[in-house]
């Protein structure tokens, strides 16, 4: 089984909330990582954990917060989002990091902030 | 620094005609070459892969065969369908241990019937 699951698979917010996206593989895999993606343009890298810790971030605002409870869970916490930050958020995750393993990619959560 | 350059679409075929997306790189080192897909709405699908010179991947129909010589990773399909109608990315594996994917910028795939 290779799936990835994401939840929600739609979130509507304002600014000023506070919400989580959850991301969740039962692969055994060790690396695992978010992505923001704009219409019509390729996902951009966002996060990147390695057994559990934060190896890469890729100069992600602070309103963005990940989190990797365990090796199966990865969370992004949103706070005070800006409007531009409405796109879809892909989770991913490959056996170990390094560009030999392919990365498998979960349906998505689309953002919109209000 | 690494880069993937992918063919400009939209592309636009008949249902049953060849298909070729071409993609071209720059990288050093021995990198990876993945094809993945993306339907309208959903996340990427890994299509194939290719780890090494003249490697061939192939996956539903579709190949592409890594040439060093020419840096190049070309998707094709003898027969393309209504429902492969997509988003087609290129991409490279970085080979510094980071895990990151170089992509390219996409190629929209539209086959009518």
């Known amino acids: 089984d290779t799936e990835v699951t994401q939840t929600p698979k739609h979130l509507v917010m304002g600014m000023t909330n506070k919400k989580s996206l959850k991301c969740e593989q039962h692969m055994g895999h060790r690396a695992m990582y978010w992505y923001k993606q704009k219409a019509k343009k390729p996902p951009e890298l966002m996060f990147v954990y390695s057994y559990e810790k934060l190896s890469i971030n890729e100069s992600v605002p602070s309103r963005f917060s990940p989190e990797c409870p365990n090796s199966s869970l990865l969370n992004l916490h949103l706070h005070a989002l800006q409007p531009e930050d409405s796109a879809l958020y892909l989770c991913a995750s490959s056996q170990v990091t390094g560009g030999l393993f392919e990365q498998y990619f979960g349906p998505g959560t689309r953002l919109t902030v209000t | 620094g690494n880069s993937v350059t992918q063919m400009e679409g939209p592309v636009t075929l008949s249902e049953e005609a060849f298909l070729t997306i071409n993609c071209t790189y720059t990288?050093?080192?021995?990198?990876?070459l993945f094809w993945y897909v993306q339907y309208p709405g959903e996340g990427l699908q890994l299509l194939l892969k290719?780890?090494?010179?003249?490697d061939k991947g192939s996956n539903k129909g579709f190949e592409a065969t890594y040439r060093k010589e020419t840096t190049s990773f070309h998707l094709e399909k003898g027969s393309v369908q209504v429902s492969d109608s997509a988003v087609y990315f290129c991409a490279l594996g970085d080979y510094d241990g980071t895990g990151k994917l170089i992509f390219g910028q996409g190629t929209t795939l539209q086959v009518k019937p």
């Open positions: 990288a050093t080192g021995y990198p990876s």
């Open positions: 290719a780890t090494k010179a003249d």
